[in-house]
């Protein structure tokens, strides 16, 4: 493969809160196609990154390129056309709890493409069936729905508009691990149905070797290790392998002082 | 120890005072890019279809109520104080121009503040709790737009219609308490009614109106749109939003009072 232009690069960014730091230069290149996870514990910036790079927060210093354009500081109306090119899955799915099911997934296609009603119900209808649900589902509010269900409509609203980068906020949360696992599958085939780039951040190691071909480990502010997924559990890093191993004892050592 | 006392004293004044100039910087800030996506497409019709339901319809019980039993009692405070000097026939006059000028706008816009304002503050203060709003956002949707722009127009449009009906309704509760219990002759006392009302009462009232439905709007988005930290931000944001949109009312309706006033 030829050098392509990454997808996702970010040089150096940092953001803090007051004198926490938090973000202490991230430097990371995600590649067309690819799917990479960030790893680390809580509390350890992974939300800060993904928000910095939606346009949600603005990092303090740094850069965030996507397809090569500089996108912190862009104007609204640019973060608008930006932001299309992105599909977002949020930790409690975020559905819009005003509308029923088949507008949530639909919301983009509507507001943001304007696509007409009754077409955009029937493209929603269509990515309902692909996460696993029933066409019945579409009428419901999503308050009626189980958290694995609501997780998988949140996945076709990330999925409905055909995004070319789609974030995954700790996608298998609260969930059994049954249901973990079947959204893992489903991410899996999702991202390769669209040929998507997708950047994940998780603390479950087993959904981050499901869906990850790079693994990263966010711990103080900075990425302390990146590479293959197949690696990651003989790292040699010693704080990776505290983490991936799930030891108390160990380099990192949990700040329970405040 | 004296000096550290005063210095103490003064920093929480500067520490006040501050917080007082960041929380105006802010709310400057919202009304000023909220306002700008009112006149600014894309618009979204179907929202502000909806609030304008939701505040000018769902609210007519609750102020056509808070009209009937203010234009009843009125009738009767005044037939009380204006027997003492021989002047009853003033009733109606003084019924009319108190739900026009005052009643009528106050009572409405602390109803809707209490009932729209509040479940505003709610609605978007849990958006913003659940991450809806950051959704939103990353679906290439202005949560300005969709959520706050549609909210004030229709607050701004619909209370003036509420305050026609409720001095309508007021005026009617008068009538009712004065016919029927004070002994007016009902032809009378509508004449009287009529007699001494001028359009700009009942506009001056309508201004107030609009300026309420603004504030009230506002402060329910703005509260909820900077809520934080679960149920107990959501509450403190719905706290807020009734109790500044409820003092705000009435420090305007001063203002307007003031530059509508001897007109």
Redesign the interface.
């Known amino acids: 493969m030829t050098e392509a232009v990454p997808k996702l690069r970010l040089r150096g960014l940092h953001k803090s809160f007051g004198p926490k730091v938090v973000l202490d230069g991230v430097d990371l290149d995600v590649m067309p196609g690819e799917s990479v996870v960030v790893i680390g514990g809580s509390g350890t910036g992974k939300s800060v990154m993904l928000k910095c790079i939606l346009g949600l927060m603005r990092p303090d210093s740094g850069s965030i390129q996507v397809d090569g354009e500089e996108v912190v500081g862009i104007s609204a109306r640019e973060r608008e056309r930006v932001n299309h090119k992105f599909g977002m899955l949020f930790q409690g799915a975020a559905l819009f709890d005003s509308l029923p099911v088949w507008e949530n997934v639909a919301f983009g296609l509507i507001q943001g493409s304007r696509m007409p009603r009754k077409q955009a119900r029937e493209k929603a209808i269509e990515k309902l069936l692909a996460v696993g649900l029933k066409e019945d589902v579409a009428d419901l509010s999503p308050s009626e729905l189980s958290g694995g269900m609501q997780k998988r409509v949140g996945l076709a609203r990330a999925i409905a508009d055909e995004p070319e980068i789609i974030f995954f906020d700790e996608p298998t949360t609260g969930l059994d691990p049954i249901m973990a696992d079947v959204i893992n599958d489903l991410i899996v085939k999702c991202v390769k149905d669209l040929g998507a780039t997708t950047l994940s951040i998780t603390h479950d190691m087993a959904s981050a070797s499901k869906i990850a071909d790079r693994v990263a480990m966010l711990w103080q502010g900075r990425l302390i290790w990146v590479g293959p997924a197949s690696e990651v559990f003989t790292s040699g890093n010693e704080y990776v392998d505290q983490f991936v191993h799930g030891r108390a004892q160990g380099p990192i050592t949990m700040q329970v002082r405040k | 120890m004296m000096i550290n006392g005063i210095l103490t004293f003064l920093s929480v004044i500067g520490r006040y005072f501050l917080s007082f100039l960041r929380h105006t910087g802010r709310l400057a800030e919202f009304t000023a890019i909220s306002v700008f996506h009112v006149f600014r497409p894309p618009f979204?019709f179907r929202t502000l279809g909806r609030q304008m339901v939701e505040i000018g319809y769902f609210s007519l019980p609750v102020v056509g109520l808070t009209a009937i039993f203010s234009g009843m009692v009125l009738a009767l405070q005044s037939h009380t104080g204006f027997a003492r000097f021989s002047a009853e026939g003033a009733v109606a006059t003084i019924v009319v121009l108190s739900m026009t000028r005052e009643l009528g706008p106050v009572l409405a816009g602390l109803m809707v503040a209490g009932r729209v304002g509040a479940s505003m503050a709610a609605?978007i203060g849990t958006?913003r709790v659940?991450?809806?709003i950051?959704?939103l956002?990353?679906?290439?949707?202005?949560p300005f737009k969709?959520l706050v722009a549609p909210r004030l127009l229709a607050g701004t449009l619909m209370l003036p219609v509420l305050v026609l009906i409720a001095d309508v309704i007021g005026v009617f509760g008068g009538y009712l308490i004065g016919t029927y219990k004070l002994g007016f002759n009902p032809a009378n006392y509508i004449a009287r009614t009529w007699e001494f009302l001028e359009p700009m009462d009942v506009i001056s009232g309508l201004v107030k109106a609009s300026v309420f439905g603004f504030l009230i709007t506002l402060m329910g988005c703005y509260n909820g749109y900077q809520s934080r930290g679960g149920a107990q931000g959501v509450g403190q944001a719905t706290r807020n939003a009734v109790v500044s949109a409820s003092i705000l009312i009435l420090v305007f309706n001063y203002l307007i009072t003031e530059l509508f006033f001897s007109r």
């Open positions: 979204y609605e958006m659940t991450e809806q950051d959704a956002t990353t679906l290439s949707t202005n969709y």
